[in-house]
């Protein structure tokens, strides 16, 4: 792993309730992660399986905060892997959280010999990569995190449909721009979709959404009042704080 990342800092997150090493260089954990792990409605007892996991942001500070929830992370990149491995013990969440190398892409056949068989995940979190591969990032570990294919998001959803129980949630941050996408690719698989805006100020339009479905759901669509993240001056809004710094949950998670 030293060889794959000549630097590696260590940052806390909600507030030190979760400390995480990651290449100082590339992807780096932001506010994205910390609000998808905020609008999971996970319960103790279940699984939960965050694809794409990076160094394990989104699936480690879920189960900071749920008690007995078994996490398993998927990475395609071995090194980051091996980081979210690390995380995972170095939180003392070793004997809950997992990780696994293996492409989003492969057949159900070798997720199931990496213990993730079809339909057994009470939960599927994603942080998928959303910018368009016109203009990519020179440095590959950005490139992997944030560019995607015409095809990706479709993917990333059949893929998390395969994985989910009947009535399994879904749980997703996407560009707000592209809502239109994932509700359209949604529609093969799930309802009861549920859309949380996040705006960066007052009356500015959402940069992303927060979105919440069910396998198999013919419930119909609901859209929340919007989070945001600043106030006009620049300085973090309440909420954003709480959510954020004190490991809040969003409404997402509460119903």
Request: aromatic content about 2%.
């Amino acid at each position: 792993m030293a060889a794959e990342f000549a630097q590696l800092s260590e940052d806390a997150v909600l507030g030190g309730r979760l400390v995480l090493r990651q290449p100082i260089t590339g992807h780096r954990v932001g506010h994205d992660a910390i609000l998808l792990a905020a609008a999971s409605s996970a319960r103790p007892g279940e699984h939960l399986v965050d694809l794409g996991a990076g160094v394990g942001a989104v699936g480690l500070a879920v189960a900071r905060r749920v008690e007995d929830l078994a996490v398993t992370l998927v990475e395609i990149d071995p090194a980051l892997a091996a980081i979210a491995c690390e995380n995972a013990a170095r939180n003392g969440l070793g004997e809950r959280v997992s990780a696994v190398c293996l492409d989003v892409a492969a057949p159900a056949e070798t997720f199931a010999a990496a213990g993730l068989p079809s339909a057994t995940a009470d939960h599927v979190l994603l942080n998928p990569p959303f910018n368009a591969a016109d203009n990519p990032s020179p440095d590959r570990g950005r490139r992997l995190a944030h560019t995607a294919r015409a095809d990706s998001l479709a993917r990333w959803l059949g893929i998390a449909a395969r994985l989910l129980r009947p009535a399994g949630t879904l749980t997703l941050i996407w560009r707000a721009d592209g809502l239109a996408s994932v509700l359209a690719a949604l529609a093969t698989a799930f309802g009861a979709v549920t859309i949380l805006p996040v705006h960066p100020k007052p009356d500015a339009a959402a940069i992303r959404v927060l979105i919440r479905a069910v396998k198999g759901s013919r419930a119909p669509l609901s859209l929340l009042p919007g989070l945001v993240l600043a106030d006009a001056a620049g300085r973090p809004s309440l909420q954003a704080e709480r959510v954020l710094r004190e490991g809040v949950v969003l409404p997402l998670a509460e119903s």
